[in-house]
């Protein structure tokens, strides 16, 4: 295995996120609210992470021939986990200078640094099993564009008619979508993967503990994920009901 050395993408990714983030704070977003500010701001890191990520990863992963869930990292597979990882960072400053009125921060900085620790032992420790964390990546990213647009246009409150239009517009594309993604395609790739690492299919290049740990945090990510999509829904359906039952009466 070739050594695996220090990459300067890291700090250079952080940076682009962090401009963008002020970027959004400062002039796209200066007029909102101090309390949407942030959350615009994240927002905005959060698309270019996911679009961008799901294109980036998506064509890693094609032009691999040998790739596998314990193939050796590309180069390119090398870089997407560093711009993913640069990401996660900015989103906990983020997290850290700006918290959140409503709470759950504490949720999400631990869903980060969970995320954190997969991708920083699989690009600078082991320097293998990027394409099975690729493949997950493009799944949970596929949502972001729709969920981001879901997320700005609620906190732009309903003083803004056409974001309150476009909040009814994405919201059932954004749950279908989402649902299929983490509560299908998900699932069907972690068994996959579980089961070539159970299998010993990656003792010899990852430790056994190094894909236990990814398992745990990836299963737990997308239990969470699959209850917030379902909570979602109840109270969807709840407000159709209601809405419903007014009309009738």
């Not at 007029?31 to 698309?47: F, G, M, N, V, Y």
């Not at 236990?212 to 979602?232: D, E, F, M, R």
């Not at 109270?235 to 809405?243: A, G």
């Amino acid at each position: 295995m070739e050594p695996i050395t220090y990459s300067k993408d890291l700090p250079l990714f952080f940076s682009i996120f962090i401009f963008v983030y002020l970027l959004g704070y400062l002039f796209i977003f200066k007029k909102w609210t101090p309390e949407t500010r942030p959350l615009a701001s994240s927002c905005l890191i959060s698309l270019l992470h996911g679009v961008s990520a799901v294109v980036l990863a998506t064509n890693a992963l094609l032009s691999d021939p040998n790739r596998g869930f314990s193939s050796v990292n590309t180069q390119s597979q090398n870089s997407i986990l560093d711009f993913s990882s640069a990401y996660f960072l900015a989103d906990l400053v983020h997290l850290a200078v700006f918290p959140s009125p409503a709470g759950g921060d504490s949720l999400f900085a631990a869903h980060h640094l969970a995320v954190l620790f997969v991708f920083l032992t699989c690009r600078y420790m082991v320097a293998h099993g990027a394409c099975a964390l690729l493949a997950l990546l493009v799944v949970a990213e596929a949502t972001s564009a729709c969920q981001n647009t879901w997320t700005l246009a609620d906190a732009r409150g309903k003083d803004a008619p056409l974001a309150v239009s476009l909040h009814r517009f994405v919201t059932v594309p954004f749950y279908a979508s989402y649902s299929v993604c983490r509560c299908v395609l998900a699932p069907l790739l972690i068994v996959k993967m579980t089961w070539f690492y159970v299998s010993g299919g990656a003792d010899d290049v990852i430790p056994r503990w190094v894909w236990v740990s990814w398992t745990v945090v990836i299963v737990t990510a997308v239990t969470v994920s699959i209850l917030w999509i379902w909570n979602l829904w109840v109270l969807f359906f709840q407000e159709r009901y209601s809405k419903f039952t007014k009309k009738v009466r």
